[in-house]
Structure formats: structure tokens, C-alpha cells
């Protein structure tokens, strides 16, 4: 019993992470920027192709809608799921595919904030 119960809590514990993390993938598949920026750090690290910076959520949302203009969002799935020891950190690497085309790698990293996960980095590159 004492297994069965251990087995339920790290199953339930993987759903809510999962939940939280392929919403980052909805959001950005919406272009729902509001979605988006209740998910975000204070201060987020965010990447496109290979040019990193370090921006406060604000200027996030403003860098993550020029992308989503530029690049309107076909689709956009979750394909891989990960986490630290402990749990205290996950990531989720996934597809962007915009309709203009264009093919795009995700990758979304996020940690512990009181009892919610926080986007801490969120990179986005040219396949």
C-alpha cells in the first residue's frame, strides 16, 4: 500500500508539472501573451537563434510578441519533458512550426517559485 501511494503522489506530481509546462507550449500556440507572462521569472533569460539577453519580464513579452509577429504560430508541440534531481527544476524541449514556414526548436526551462513553476529561460532557434 505504502508504494501504491508513493507510485500515485510522483504520478499526480508529473501531471501538474507536465500541465504547467505544455500550457508555456498552448500559450505561445495562441500567441496569448497574457497566458504567457503570468508563467514568467521577474527576470527571464531568453534566446533567439543563439543571441541570449537577460530581460525583465515586460521586455520578455515585448521580444516574445515581435518573435510571434514575425513568425505567426502554426502549431507548437511539447516533445520531450525533463527534469533535475529533485524535481525542483524541469525543462521541456519542443517544436515551433510558424505558418510562414519557418521551423523552430524550444526549449523551456523552469523552476520552483513558492509553490509554482516559474519560466526562468525560454530559448527559441532556427532548425
Not at 41 to 54: G, R, S
Request: proline fraction near 2%.
Amino acid at each position: 500500500m505504502k508504494y501504491l501511494k508513493i507510485t500515485f503522489f510522483l504520478l499526480f506530481t508529473h501531471l501538474i508539472s507536465a500541465q504547467m509546462k505544455n500550457s508555456a507550449f498552448e500559450a505561445l500556440e495562441k500567441s496569448d501573451l497574457t497566458a504567457l507572462s503570468g508563467m514568467l521569472d521577474n527576470k527571464v533569460e531568453i534566446c533567439f537563434d543563439n543571441k541570449v539577453q537577460y530581460l525583465d519580464k515586460q521586455a520578455t513579452i515585448s521580444a516574445i510578441k515581435n518573435f510571434l509577429t514575425q513568425n505567426p504560430p502554426k502549431s507548437v508541440t511539447a516533445v520531450h519533458n525533463g527534469a533535475a534531481k529533485g524535481n525542483a527544476s524541469q525543462y521541456t524541449i519542443g517544436s515551433f512550426v510558424s505558418s510562414n514556414g519557418k521551423n523552430y526548436r524550444v526549449f523551456v526551462y523552469t523552476s520552483d517559485k513558492g509553490e509554482k513553476k516559474i519560466i526562468q529561460e525560454l530559448k527559441i532557434d532556427l532548425q
